[in-house]
């Protein structure tokens, strides 16, 4: 378990696989989703699960459940995805799939937490995350947590009907630090 203020990570459990799958399917959460708004199969989250646990054993990703720390509940999923541990680099993200814990801090909590497990347990140097243009929540949240804004990937993605340009964000190690503190 990792723990932050408000919420704790922890690894996935094939439980809570058609909550997620849930979320995911529905639209009220899955607008943003930069995977797209394609419903998903049990099957095809099944086959997620498996190859969850395959990139955790191979060090190429680390995918984790979110918690509220108040009543232990499971309120979305996040991750660090194409960790490069070569060049210390990965690219999170983050889906607060129970509507009724959105924009209550949990978003930044569960990212700060990520952040800190990126820097600390992995020892990567620099993390990155995108938000689809247009997903002003995201880009205000990311853009407050401290992440940099370093490019756009344009119409990248093809959601509801058209293509979407990606803002590309960074947050360096000694930048996590500045604002976060050392590590524990």
């Known amino acids: ?5 408000k919420t704790y990570l ?3 459990d094939a439980a809570n696989a058609e909550t997620a799958r849930g979320w995911i399917n529905d639209p009220a959460v899955n607008e943003w989703l930069l995977s797209g708004q394609l419903p998903v199969s049990r099957e095809q989250e099944e086959s997620f699960y498996a190859a969850t646990e395959s990139a955790w054993n191979a060090g190429t990703a680390y995918r984790l459940e979110i918690h509220a720390a108040e009543g232990d509940r499971f309120i979305g999923i996040c991750g660090i995805e194409q960790v490069d541990r070569l060049h210390r680099h990965g690219e ?3 889906l607060i799939g129970s509507l009724e814990h959105q924009n209550l801090g949990y978003g930044r909590d569960a990212l700060v937490t990520l952040l800190r497990f990126g820097f600390d347990a992995l020892g990567l140097h620099r993390i990155s995350i995108m938000a689809s243009v247009g997903n002003e ?4 949240l990311y ?5 940099v804004e370093v490019g756009r990937e344009r119409e990248v993605a093809f959601m509801r009907g058209r293509f979407h340009d990606h803002i590309c964000y960074d947050m360096l190690e000694d930048e996590f630090r500045a604002r976060y503190g050392p590590a524990d």
Do not use: K
């Not at 378990?1 to 203020?5: A, K, L, R, V």
């Not at 929540?137 to 205000?140: D, G, I, L, N, Y």
């Open 137 to 140: 929540r995201a880009v205000h």
């Open 10 to 12: 922890t690894r996935f």
């Open 92 to 94: 999170i993200g983050i």
């Open 1 to 5: 378990m990792i723990e932050g203020s």
């Open 143 to 147: 853009s407050s947590i401290g992440f």
